[in-house]
């Protein structure tokens, strides 16, 4: 019998590209909300697609009777850009953890099974070479480095899923991404200082600033995961051959891509060098230092590297990433790019 999935945040990254692969590829009905529809436009209009406009703190009816409607949950929906840890630490919370948890009880309530999204950052300072999710310690920094609510928020919830899975048969799956990159995960355009992840702030910063600004020199190391790889995991855990996605934790990255983020603006200057129309543009481009207090404010705290052990997703899902840092970023810059040249010309 045909899957029923509800998707909360269903134009997000994550979400969208989510939907687009389950339409492709399997015979799944989804159920999505989001507040805005312009990343799954494509998906709109399918016969297997039913999406409303609506916010998850607001529009709870509906959601509660979807929950009750389908086989599985996926609850997206989350504030995941460092600048709003620092800037906005009150409403990361109340989305993020307080938001959420209503939608889990729920699923608890009608013995739905939710797979829900984790962070890398939930391991925060642990000084593993590798993050393994059943016995890497998670090191979160002093109350006043307010980045770390965001990190604090997903893994108190973690540990309730946990514990709703132990005391109340809660099945659940918790996935761990690392750095997810790839077309549609941020506007280029956004005016607002800070509210991209670091892939397309750098692209944006190249195309529009013509300099690229270091956190503390650029020194951090992280590990970036191509979205379809992502994506390809997220369908082994829905699917749940035999049961066995429940009750576990998945590091869902692809240790093989781990860079500083120092080499990660080189390389994205060199593969805009790439594209004819960008060429002059790239060329330009200078790299300058700045602190993370300067940037970010004095509740900042940062994290010099994360490598996931994926041992488990191996394993368990046999699952692997396959595609490498310059191709992930060269699939990110020809949608940019490619939609980009008017915009730019008209500015």
Known sequence: MSKKILILGVNGFIGSALTETILKEKDWQIFGMDMASDKIEESLGHPRFNFVEGDIT???????????????????????TPS???????????????????????CVHYKKRVIFPSTSEVYGMSEDDEFN??????????IH???????????????????????????????RPFNWVGPKL???????????????????????????????????RRSFTDIDDGIAALIKIIDNKDGVASGRIF????????????????????????????KAIAEKVKITDVTSSAHYGIHYQDINRRVPSITNALK??????????EDALRKTLDYHLGRSAGELDSQ
């Not at 692209?203 to 020194?219: P, S, T």
């Not at 990660?264 to 060199?270: C, D, S, V």
Request: proline share 4%.
């Open 145 to 175: 480095k307010q980045r770390w609510i965001y990190s604090c928020s997903k893994q108190l919830l973690d540990r309730v899923i946990y514990a709703y899975g132990i005391h109340h048969n809660l099945d659940y799956t918790l996935f």
């Open 316 to 325: 368990i899902l046999g699952w692997s990433p396959k595609i490498n840092l």
């Open 186 to 220: 941020d506007n280029i355009f956004s005016a607002k200082e800070g509210s991209s992840r670091v892939v397309t702030l750098f692209i944006a910063d190249i195309l529009h600033k013509g300099e690229i600004k270091l956190v503390d020199g650029g020194k951090q």
């Open 58 to 80: 607001i529009n709870k009816e509906w959601i509660e009777y979807h929950i009750k409607k389908c086989d599985v949950v996926l609850p997206l929906v989350a504030i995941a």
């Open 251 to 278: 590091n869902i990255g692809n240790p093989n891509n781990d860079v500083s983020i120092k080499e990660l603006a080189e390389l994205l200057i060199r593969l805009v060098k790439d594209y004819p129309a960008y």
């Open 84 to 106: 709003l840890y620092v800037s906005d630490p009150l409403r990361v919370f109340e989305l993020d953890f307080e938001a959420n948890l209503e939608i889990v009880r729920k």
């Open 133 to 142: 999710e059943e016995t890497s310690n998670l090191v979160l920094g002093p």
